[in-house]
C-alpha cells in the first residue's frame, strides 16, 4: 500500500520540522511548502492526500489557500491557529476546513487527528440511489421522508430529516447553525440558535433509541455540530 501523501504549510521551521518528525514515523509521505504564495498550485500539481495549513503565512493566508483549494478539492484540511478567536475558528471551518489545531498544540494530537479524519473519509456515506442515503447503521429515505436506524423505522419531521440528510453527506465536518437553518428551512425563515439547538436535541435523543448508547452527533463549542 502507497503511503498517504501530506502537505504542511508552515512558515515556521521549528513546528514544521516537529511535524514531519511525527508524522513520518507513522509512515505518512510528508513535504513542506513555507510561504504561501505558490501553495495552491503545489496542491494542484501533487495532489496530496492531507492538507495541513498555517492561518498566518507569508504571500498569501491560510484562509485563502482554503477556499482557493476547496474549489477544485475535498481533500482533508486540517488549519493550525495561534488565534483563537471563535471568528477565526468559524471562518476556517466555513471555508472547508474539516478540523482546526490552536498553538501551541501537541504534535501527537496533530497526528490523532490527521487519523481520525482519514478514518472518517474512508467511512464516507454510501448514497444507494438519489433517494437513498447510509452512514453507519442510519439509512434516510429521501423521497419518502423515512429514516431508520439498525432497520427500526425513526418518525422524524422534514426539518430533522433536512438536518440529517446535511449531516450524512459532510461525515466529520462542522456545519455551523448557520448551515443548518438554510439547509433545513425550505421557506428561507430566520429562526433562532437556540431553535436549531432543540432541533438537534430533538434529533438525538430520537436516533439514540436504536443506537446502543452510540452518539452519531458531535457539538463543537461555538461553532456547531458534525456526525462522526
Avoid at 513546528?15 to 496542491?43: K, M, N, P
Avoid at 494530537?109 to 479524519?117: L, N, P
Amino acid at each position: 500500500m502507497s503511503k498517504k501523501k501530506i502537505i504542511i504549510v508552515e512558515d515556521e521551521p521549528k513546528i514544521a520540522q516537529l511535524l514531519v518528525d511525527y508524522l513520518q514515523r507513522e509512515q505518512f509521505q510528508v513535504s513542506v511548502i513555507e510561504e504561501g504564495t505558490h501553495a495552491v498550485e503545489t496542491v494542484q500539481a501533487q495532489q496530496p492526500d492531507f492538507l495541513i495549513l498555517d492561518l498566518m503565512l507569508p504571500g498569501k493566508d491560510g484562509l485563502t489557500i482554503c477556499k482557493e483549494v476547496r474549489q477544485f478539492s475535498s481533500l482533508p484540511i486540517i488549519m493550525i491557529t495561534a488565534k483563537v478567536d471563535e471568528i477565526d475558528r468559524l471562518l476556517g471551518l466555513e471555508l472547508g476546513a474539516d478540523d482546526y489545531i490552536c498553538k501551541p498544540f501537541s504534535p501527537r494530537e496533530v497526528v490523532a487527528r490527521v487519523k481520525t479524519i482519514f478514518r472518517r473519509v474512508q467511512q464516507q456515506p454510501v448514497k444507494v440511489n438519489d433517494n437513498e442515503l447510509k452512514y453507519r447503521s442510519v439509512t434516510l429515505y429521501l423521497d419518502r421522508f423515512q429514516c431508520e436506524v439498525n432497520g427500526c423505522r425513526i418518525e422524524l419531521t422534514p426539518v430533522e430529516l433536512r438536518m440529517l440528510q446535511a449531516l450524512m453527506s459532510n461525515p466529520g465536518r462542522v456545519l455551523s447553525r448557520d448551515n443548518l437553518m438554510t439547509v433545513s428551512y425550505a421557506d428561507d425563515r430566520i429562526v433562532s440558535d437556540r431553535t436549531i439547538d432543540s432541533h438537534v436535541k430533538n434529533l438525538r435523543k430520537k436516533l439514540s433509541q436504536d443506537m446502543k448508547g452510540q452518539e452519531l452527533i458531535h457539538s463543537i463549542y461555538g461553532v456547531g455540530y458534525k456526525i462522526e
